[in-house]
């Protein structure tokens, strides 16, 4: 039979109908139709870190970010693990930048070597759904979304909409040390604390140096316990409670 060849450009892309109708010598009318898509490949790959593409019925761009877990947010991972980074990935239109694209896949292989520090052990990790990255209500991913751990320190995830991840994983105790802290007495009763830390100072998942502060009597003992001999968490958690005065950066001196 006759066959009609159509350059994709001139359809544009998205769902298209394509329709052929016959009328024979004697009137009679014959139709037949048939569905198309046109889809737009759009690679996503932001190396190191991830490669990726996403297919979608329109033109359209990759916008993403990633984050370290926000402080203060329990996100229950339980298991010996921890939050390690949240990375949300949105498929959006060239036109009018709404999530409005006819996505009809999108797969992103994370490289978790060049995401997270050097210390953290990748037989450990994992991955995760998250609604947002303000979110902290995660589950596993399941149909219709797939995760493949790949075995050599990579994950791919397969998307069916616009989302964000959770990746978790041991976490190793810090390695940092704040060494010896000495004090200068102020006018108007205040107090310079100065030290000089050492260790894993660059530890993304250092918060800060927390200082607390008891008022007490001048002939009272210390408050707070030597540590040479380990911690009473519940003694601790007593002593530090409402007793925060600062937080100062890792790498600050006083």
Do not use: C
Not at 8 to 27: K, N, P
Not at 241 to 251: E, G, K
């Amino acid at each position: 039979g006759q066959v009609l060849n159509i350059n994709g450009s001139i359809l544009g892309l998205g769902d298209h109908t394509i329709t052929l109708r016959i009328i024979d010598s004697f009137g009679t009318i014959d139709t037949v139709h048939e569905y198309i898509t046109i889809f737009d490949y759009i690679d996503v790959s932001d190396e190191p870190y991830y490669t990726g593409s996403a297919i979608t019925r329109s033109e359209a761009y990759l916008e993403t970010e990633s984050i370290l877990p926000i402080l203060g947010i329990n996100y229950g991972v339980g298991s010996g693990q921890e939050p390690l980074r949240l990375m949300s990935f949105e498929i959006l239109s060239l036109i009018d930048g709404s999530a409005d694209v006819g996505m009809e896949s999108m797969e992103i292989t994370l490289n978790m070597s060049a995401i997270l520090p050097s210390n953290i052990n990748l037989s450990t990790v994992d991955v995760r759904q998250i609604d947002s990255l303000n979110d902290n209500i995660w589950s596993f991913i399941e149909s219709p979304n797939v995760l493949t751990d790949n075995g050599d320190g990579t994950f791919t995830v397969e998307m069916y909409s616009n989302g964000a991840i959770l990746i978790v994983g041991e976490l190793p105790e810090a390695n940092v040390s704040l060494g010896d802290v000495d004090y200068s007495l102020l006018k108007d009763g205040q107090i310079e604390l100065n030290w000089t830390a050492s260790g894993d100072m660059s530890n993304p998942y250092l918060g800060g140096w927390k200082i607390f502060k008891i008022i007490g009597a001048e002939t009272s003992s210390t408050y707070f316990p030597e540590t040479d001999e380990g911690i009473n968490l519940l003694i601790w958690e007593e002593l530090t409670l409402d007793t925060a005065v600062a937080t100062v950066p890792i790498p600050a001196d006083r």
